[in-house]
């Protein structure tokens, strides 16, 4: 796992300009602590920073063909690489490492675009074609890995991370109304290709991009379609079982240490329970970590998402399967001095302490390895979250986790608000994803609602999640692989009814199935409980004090785009309407917003 970044200009001449492209990639050499890498000609300057992950001798980038007409930066890792080798190899190509990044390369110069249809795995890269004077550029089918770009005249920038294309002096930090729509109208999840900064896009997810000195294209190479499932509730659960092991297998291939992390939830209880085996048969144990805060038994409060504690839990399936445990635990300071840092690594404000103990779990984890895996998509793909089993959420016409988030858009100031008109705009990007949907010619009403929960899911809410996942991990150099985003298992999944995934009577019924013999019952049947959040009042106390400070300094940035009285009750416990949890949630999303806007000296724009 990696960070790339890159600049093409077809009229002038990069060859000179090493500095300024050694600038943009030192901007993410979190991303890549062991190696960096440069390559430069007149019309195209690429730099590399490496994790290294297999095959530590081979696999250094930027990687040439043999004739020195392509050039690949690439971030990622695939999980099929072997077989595609063997199969390059009986095509005539010839190898000189063990490492999928020449994979990559060589896929690319048999298949060209079409190489993306072959890949199984989550990456980000760019192919510089020096004959055609072509950039390519792909990402994975899902998102699991970011890639950035930005037209600009005769130059194209692109990056793993938004701070990578920022690094360049020709780009300024500018945000329009659009970009604040994002902010304001859509929180942290945000509207897959949309950078939020004006100029910068995103490649989406299941898309390439083909940039020449006249065209810049971009072209989707992956969907999910629609037809009518054709196995019974048995066939389905052994697909998925087989699935998931051959998945799990795979992901775990690595010349670096492999841990996992534990919840206790059936998600991550059944990966982990999956690796735990294949570690058995090469006689290792596999590590697992969880989190935890700071006297919780006394904090914790049952809510919405959260039914229990998880500790216990974690416990209970780690002497099970028999893992090395390591709980690692955090106190409200801890969370408070660091609750930045997860919006540094995202260049834009995110979901704050929840991501910021995210964050310092990888910190910690990173000491003793490099990659672990993570039940990310679960919910999504078996149709898991309470979201999806209500009907004031699946008859909203927003998307569904918008309807219960309160205060971000009533804090606004009345110019703000006409400025950007936020609940419009999300009524806007709704119908757009509705438009997408593939509805099956057939199906019911509730199954065309059912289809199009998972859709907005799939599709808007699991690239939030998985960003979140990415630069946490990736700010600490620290590779996290997801196996329920393995695209044969959204595919499939796609295509299962709900009273499938309901079976038994319980969400995500048909996992739960799937998964049977290698947990302990009570776990297998542990009702869904959300990433766990820390509930000491000295984290409230200290974001109120935190925005009073804020409002307090006639300089903060943020002050022209909100409500200060209503923002001021808010943080000295005078607001009605909000409990505790949401008062929380808009404080520290606010705080992040002005230091973002100040951080990164962004200029708004018309």
């Not at 942290?188 to 020449?212: C, L, N, S």
């Not at 898991?384 to 205060?407: C, I, M, R, S, T």
Request: contains cysteine.
């Amino acid at each position: 796992m990696c960070g790339i970044t890159g600049w093409i200009n077809w009229s002038g001449d990069l060859s000179i300009e090493q500095n300024t492209l050694k600038k943009m990639a030192d901007s993410i050499a979190h991303r890549g602590p062991d190696e960096e890498g440069f390559w430069l000609s007149e019309q195209a300057a690429l730099a590399h920073r490496r994790l290294i992950v297999i095959d530590p001798r081979g696999g250094k980038q930027p990687m040439t063909s043999s004739d020195q007409q392509l050039v690949l930066t690439y971030n990622g890792e695939l999980y099929n690489y072997r077989e595609l080798k063997q199969d390059l190899q009986e095509k005539g190509h010839t190898f000189t490492s063990n490492s999928d990044t020449e994979v990559v390369l060589h896929s690319y110069m048999e298949w060209e675009e079409d190489c993306l249809k072959h890949f199984n795995g989550i990456f980000a890269f760019a192919i510089w074609d020096q004959q055609e004077q072509k950039l390519f550029l792909g990402r994975d089918h899902l998102g699991v890995k970011p890639l950035f770009y930005s037209k600009q005249g005769d130059s194209l920038f692109y990056g793993s991370e938004i701070k990578a294309i920022l690094a360049h002096p020709s780009v300024q930090p500018k945000v329009d109304r659009k970009g604040l729509a994002e902010i304001f109208g859509m929180g942290p999840m945000r509207t897959p290709g949309q950078a939020v900064f004006k100029g910068i896009d995103e490649v989406r997810p299941g898309h390439y991009v083909i940039a020449t000195a006249d065209s810049l294209e971009e072209c989707r190479y992956w969907k999910l379609e629609s037809k009518p499932h054709t196995d019974d509730v048995d066939a389905t659960t052994e697909t998925i079982r087989a699935l998931l092991k051959d998945t799990v297998q795979r992901q775990l291939i690595s010349d670096m240490p492999v841990v996992s992390m534990l919840s206790g939830g059936l998600d991550s209880s059944g990966l982990t329970s999956l690796a735990a085996e294949e570690f058995k048969h090469s006689k290792k144990t596999l590590g697992t970590y969880s989190i935890d805060f700071d006297q919780n038994e006394d904090h914790f409060k049952k809510d919405f998402l959260r039914h229990d504690m998880d500790e216990p839990w974690v416990k209970r399936v780690s002497e099970h399967v028999g893992t090395n445990h390591h709980s690692v635990t955090f106190g409200a300071n801890q969370l408070l001095s660091n609750l930045l840092e997860p919006m540094r690594g995202r260049d834009l404000p995110g979901v704050g302490e929840i991501e910021t103990s995210l964050y310092l779990l990888f910190t910690e984890m990173k000491k003793d390895a490099t990659v672990a895996l993570s039940g990310e998509s679960a919910d999504e793909v078996f149709s898991g979250y309470p979201w999806f089993h209500q009907e004031k959420y699946l008859d909203a016409e927003v998307y569904p986790w918008l309807v219960n988030l309160k205060g971000i858009s009533s804090v606004l100031s009345e110019e703000t608000k006409n400025k950007i008109q936020p609940e419009l705009y999300q009524k806007e990007r709704f119908a757009e994803a509705y438009e997408e949907i593939p509805f099956l010619e057939g199906e019911s009403q509730f199954e065309a609602k059912q289809r199009q929960m998972s859709y907005f899911f799939i599709t808007r809410f699991l690239p939030f999640m998985l960003d979140r996942k990415d630069r946490a991990s990736m700010k600490t150099g620290f590779e996290v692989r997801v196996p329920f985003c393995d695209y044969r298992i959204v595919e499939y999944l796609w295509n299962v009814p709900i009273e499938y995934k309901n079976v038994d009577n319980i969400e995500k019924g048909i996992l739960r199935r799937a998964l049977k013999g290698t947990l302990p019952d009570d776990v297998l049947y542990r009702k869904k409980s959300a990433y766990p959040s820390d509930k000491d009042p000295v984290y409230l106390k200290g974001v109120q004090k935190w925005m009073l400070d804020i409002l307090d300094n006639p300089n903060s940035p943020i002050l022209s785009l909100i409500d200060i009285e209503k923002v001021r009750a808010i943080a000295s416990n005078h607001a009605e309407g909000l409990n505790t949890d949401q008062a929380k949630g808009l404080l520290d999303y606010l705080i992040q917003v002005n230091a973002w806007l100040d951080e990164y000296d962004i200029e708004l724009v018309s």
